[in-house]
T-cell receptor, first 113, second 115 residues
């Protein structure tokens, strides 16, 4: 069964540095998403992306964050000037057009020191 | 605006007993509803979904859920728990607007299965 794959599985970064989290969505899916889960808290929506542009973003997704589809397969989340509170599990998801079910990757655990 | 409430952050059942995980939602438009399961150190796996067809939805691993509009509920059940069901379960809601829809999650319920 096709899967969403995320790399790396764990990223440790010094505060203030930039990180890029990578995702390969399922190949025939056209909607892409990022969510995050801070330890002990609920999964929160960050952003959705369709047709090479952001379709919706949450108030969490401020100027510190950006997303990009650099080629036909990858979907990335960039976090600039990381802060301690950015430490979380970041999940990528994808869905087919007009299909509500989203398929998630295994996540990247981001630790900011 | 949408929201999900999961009653009980921790539920413990005996192996072979009924599993009931509660989910209530709030949505100003007809909702899509989902249950996801998360095993330790893994991602979110879709268990089942309600998309305005049958109100009783069957999913993987013997789980099912019933959409009750009058009660704004979407509780997850399984007749007989297995040790392998121990995991965290998340209820989520999105709205029927077509195309991509953001999911709003509940806080999750940790299911423990005891011998």
């Amino acid at each position: 069964e096709p899967e969403v794959t995320q790399t790396p599985s764990h990223q440790v970064t010094q505060m203030g540095q930039e990180v890029i989290l990578r995702c390969v969505p399922i190949s025939n899916h056209l909607y892409f998403y990022w969510y995050r889960q801070i330890l002990g808290q609920k999964v929160e929506f960050l952003v959705s992306f369709y047709n090479n542009e952001i379709s919706e973003k949450s108030e969490i997704f401020d100027d510190q964050f950006s997303v990009e589809r650099p080629d036909g397969s990858n979907f990335t989340l960039k976090i600039r000037s990381t802060k301690l509170e950015d430490s979380a599990m970041y999940f990528c998801a994808s869905s087919e057009v007009y299909q509500p079910a989203q398929h998630f990757g295994d996540g990247t655990r981001l630790s900011i020191l | 605006a949408q929201s999900v409430t999961q009653l009980g952050s921790h539920v413990s059942v005996s192996e072979g007993a009924l599993v009931l995980l509660r989910c209530n939602y709030s949505s100003s438009v007809p909702p899509y509803l989902f249950w996801y399961v998360q095993y330790p150190n893994q991602g979110l796996q879709l268990l089942l979904k309600y998309t305005s067809a049958a109100t009783l939805v069957k999913g993987i691993n013997g789980f099912e859920a019933e959409f009750k509009k009058s009660e704004t509920s979407f509780h997850l059940t399984k007749p007989s728990a297995h040790m392998s069901d121990a995991a965290e379960y998340f209820c989520a809601v999105s709205s029927i607007t077509g195309g991509g829809n953001k999911l709003t999650f509940g806080t999750g319920t940790q299911l423990k299965v005891e011998l």
